[in-house]
C-alpha cells in the first residue's frame, strides 16, 4: 500500500481509549485508504493499544493496590522466532484508576503486588520476553510488592515478611532473591527519567499525586532508602558476576528511570536485570511502525491534550520522530492544546487539530468526542489530502465541520 494515511494516536484520556481515537478519525477521513496503529507511551493503554494490533489478550484476577482482588489483563504474541512475548501494564493490576470506588488513595499501604503476579502469569503460561509498561501507579513501595510476587523474600529484623507498601520498607533488614522467578528477559517502558531517591525521586516527585501528605513522602522516602541500603548490601542482589553486588546496587537507585511508578523501575533493574526503554519508542518497534510507515502520504497522532509535557517524550512527538525517518508529514488531532505553531513544527508536527477549535464547551468535548473528532478528521483530509477521488474536496469540513 502507497499512499496511505498511517492513525497512530495515544488516548483521549477519560473520553476515548487510542483503538477508538484511531478509528473515529479513520471514518472522518473517509474513504482514504488507512492503516490504524494505536500507541501508547508504556502508560496506561498500553495494552488496549497492542490488542488492538493483534495481540491477545490474557485476563486474570491479581491483587488490586490496596490488597481488593482484581481483574486484570495482559497481552501476548508468539515471537516469529520462537518464544512468546508478554505485555503488562502496571496501571491494570496497579494503577490509580485500581482503587476501589468510594475509597481514597492508600500511598503508605499500596503495593505494587499484583504487577508480579501478572507477569508470573504470563511467564508460566509460556512468556520468555516481558514488556512492562509503567505509568499510572497508585503506589510508592519501590516495587517490593511486584518482586514479591515473583518470589524475592522482604524480611524484617525477627525475619517476618514485610506487610505490603513503602511505609513498611523502613523495617527491612534481609532481602533473599534466592526463589526469584527466572526464565525471561524484562523490557520496561517507560519515559520517567527520575532516579529512585532523592528530590526529584518517586517520593519527592510522584508520592504527592497518589494523595500522600508531606509526612507521607517524608516516610516514604526514608522507605525506599532503606530498600536501597540493604539492595547495596545483599550480596550478588543485582548479579553480574564482574561486579560486587554492593556497587551495582547503588548504581541502580540513581539510574534514570530507577524512580519511575514509585520505584518499581529500581526494583525492575536490581532484582529482574531490567532493560528501561523509551516507552512510545520501544512501543512503536513492536508495532512495526517503520514498515507501516514506509510510503504513506501523512501520519496522524494525537492524545488528549497536546502541551509542554508532549514535547517531553510523549506519544505524538515519538510518533513525529519515527515518521521522519521516512519523510512523511505528520499531524496531530486532541482535545486542546496549549503550545503554539512553532513549538509544534519544532517537534516535527505540521499542524494540530483541537476539539475545543470546534467546540468551546469542555464538557461536551469530552461526553462527544467521537463525533467531533471525526469532524476533525474531515479538516485534515481537506489541508492535507487534497480532493477525493471523483473531486470531492471533503464536502463536511466545507460545510463547518
Same mark, same amino acid.
Given at each position: 500500500m502507497s499512499?496511505h494515511?498511517v492513525i497512530?494516536?495515544?488516548k483521549?484520556?477519560?473520553?476515548?481509549?487510542?483503538?477508538?481515537?484511531?478509528?473515529?478519525v479513520?471514518?472522518?477521513?473517509?474513504g482514504?485508504?488507512?492503516?490504524?496503529?494505536?500507541?501508547?507511551d508504556?502508560g496506561?493503554?498500553?495494552?488496549?493499544?497492542?490488542?488492538?494490533?493483534?495481540?491477545?489478550?490474557?485476563?486474570?484476577?491479581v491483587?488490586?493496590?490496596?490488597?481488593?482482588?482484581?481483574?486484570a489483563?495482559?497481552?501476548?504474541?508468539?515471537?516469529?522466532?520462537?518464544?512468546?512475548?508478554?505485555?503488562?501494564?502496571?496501571?491494570?493490576?496497579?494503577?490509580?484508576?485500581?482503587?476501589?470506588?468510594?475509597?481514597?488513595?492508600?500511598?503508605?499501604?499500596?503495593?505494587?503486588?499484583?504487577t508480579?503476579?501478572?507477569?508470573?502469569? $504470563?511467564?508460566?503460561?509460556?512468556?520468555?520476553?516481558?514488556?512492562? %509498561? /509503567?505509568? @499510572?501507579? !497508585?503506589c510508592t &513501595? +519501590?516495587?517490593?510488592?511486584l518482586v514479591?510476587?515473583l518470589?524475592v523474600?522482604?524480611?524484617?529484623?525477627?525475619?517476618?515478611?514485610?506487610p505490603p507498601?513503602?511505609?513498611?520498607?523502613r523495617?527491612?533488614?534481609?532481602?533473599?532473591?534466592?526463589?526469584?522467578?527466572?526464565?525471561?528477559?524484562?523490557?520496561?517502558?517507560?519515559?520517567?527519567?527520575?532516579p529512585?531517591?532523592?528530590p526529584?525521586?518517586?517520593?519527592?516527585?510522584y508520592?504527592?499525586?497518589?494523595?500522600a501528605s508531606?509526612?507521607?513522602?517524608?516516610?516514604?522516602?526514608?522507605g525506599? $532508602?532503606?530498600l536501597?541500603?540493604?539492595?547495596?548490601?545483599?550480596? %550478588? /542482589?543485582? @548479579?553480574? !558476576?564482574?561486579? &560486587? +553486588?554492593?556497587?551495582?546496587?547503588?548504581?541502580?537507585?540513581?539510574?534514570?528511570?530507577?524512580?519511575?511508578?514509585g520505584g518499581?523501575?529500581?526494583?525492575?533493574?536490581a532484582?529482574?536485570?531490567a532493560?528501561?526503554r523509551s516507552?512510545i519508542?520501544?512501543?512503536l518497534?513492536?508495532?512495526e511502525?517503520d514498515?507501516?510507515?514506509e510510503?504513506?502520504?501523512?501520519?496522524?497522532?494525537g492524545?488528549?491534550a497536546i502541551d509542554e509535557?508532549?514535547?517531553?517524550?510523549?506519544?505524538?512527538?515519538?510518533?513525529?520522530?519515527?515518521?521522519?525517518?521516512?519523510?512523511v508529514?505528520?499531524?496531530?488531532?486532541?482535545?486542546?492544546r496549549?503550545?503554539g505553531?512553532?513549538?509544534?513544527?519544532?517537534? +516535527?508536527?505540521?499542524?494540530?487539530?483541537a476539539?475545543?477549535?470546534?467546540?468551546?464547551?469542555?464538557?461536551?468535548?469530552?461526553?462527544e468526542?467521537?463525533?467531533?473528532?471525526?469532524?476533525?478528521?474531515?479538516?485534515?483530509?481537506?489541508?492535507?489530502?487534497g480532493?477525493?477521488?471523483g473531486?470531492?474536496?471533503?464536502?463536511?469540513?466545507?460545510?463547518?465541520?
Open positions: 499512499g494515511v497512530a494516536p495515544d483521549f484520556r477519560g473520553s476515548l481509549t487510542s483503538p477508538e481515537v484511531a478509528r473515529h479513520a471514518a472522518g477521513l473517509g482514504v485508504p488507512t492503516v490504524l496503529l494505536p500507541v501508547a508504556g496506561d493503554g498500553t495494552v488496549d493499544a497492542v490488542v488492538a494490533c493483534g495481540f491477545a489478550r490474557v485476563e486474570t484476577e491483587t488490586g493496590p490496596v490488597g481488593e482482588p482484581v481483574t489483563s495482559y497481552a501476548v504474541r508468539d515471537e516469529p522466532g520462537g518464544g512468546r512475548l508478554a505485555v503488562v501494564e502496571l496501571a491494570e493490576a496497579s494503577g490509580l484508576r485500581r482503587l476501589p470506588e468510594g475509597r481514597g488513595p492508600a500511598p503508605l499501604t499500596a503495593t505494587s503486588r499484583g508480579g503476579e501478572l507477569i508470573a502469569h $504470563a511467564v508460566r503460561h509460556g512468556a520468555t520476553r516481558v514488556v512492562l %509498561g /509503567l505509568g @499510572g501507579s !497508585a &513501595d +519501590g516495587g517490593a510488592g514479591q510476587a518470589g523474600r522482604l524480611l524484617d529484623e525477627a525475619g517476618a515478611e514485610l507498601g513503602g511505609a513498611a520498607l523495617d527491612l533488614a534481609v532481602i533473599d532473591p534466592s526463589g526469584c522467578l527466572r526464565g525471561f528477559d524484562l523490557v520496561v517502558a517507560s519515559d520517567v527519567d527520575n529512585l531517591l532523592g526529584y525521586g518517586a517520593a519527592a516527585v508520592a504527592p499525586q497518589k494523595g508531606p509526612q507521607d513522602v517524608t516516610v516514604l522516602a526514608a525506599l $532508602a532503606r536501597a541500603a540493604v539492595a547495596a548490601h545483599t550480596h %550478588g /542482589l543485582a @548479579g553480574a !558476576a564482574e561486579h &560486587d +553486588g554492593v556497587v551495582r546496587s547503588m548504581g541502580v537507585a540513581g539510574m534514570p528511570g530507577a524512580g519511575a511508578a518499581v523501575g529500581f526494583a525492575a533493574l532484582f529482574l536485570h532493560e528501561i516507552g519508542h520501544y512501543l518497534e513492536l508495532l511502525f514498515r507501516h510507515a510510503g504513506a502520504a501523512l501520519v496522524v497522532t492524545e488528549g509535557q508532549s514535547l517531553r517524550g510523549k506519544a505524538p512527538v515519538g510518533v513525529a520522530s519515527a515518521a521522519a525517518r521516512h519523510g508529514p505528520v499531524v496531530a488531532v486532541c482535545g486542546r496549549t503550545i505553531d512553532e513549538e509544534l513544527r519544532a517537534a +516535527g508536527i505540521r499542524a494540530a487539530y476539539l475545543t477549535d470546534i467546540e468551546p464547551d469542555v464538557a461536551r468535548c469530552v461526553a468526542a467521537g463525533p467531533l473528532l471525526e469532524r476533525l478528521a474531515r479538516r485534515v483530509a481537506a489541508d492535507h489530502l480532493p477525493r477521488p473531486g470531492d474536496p471533503a464536502p463536511a469540513a466545507r460545510a463547518g465541520a
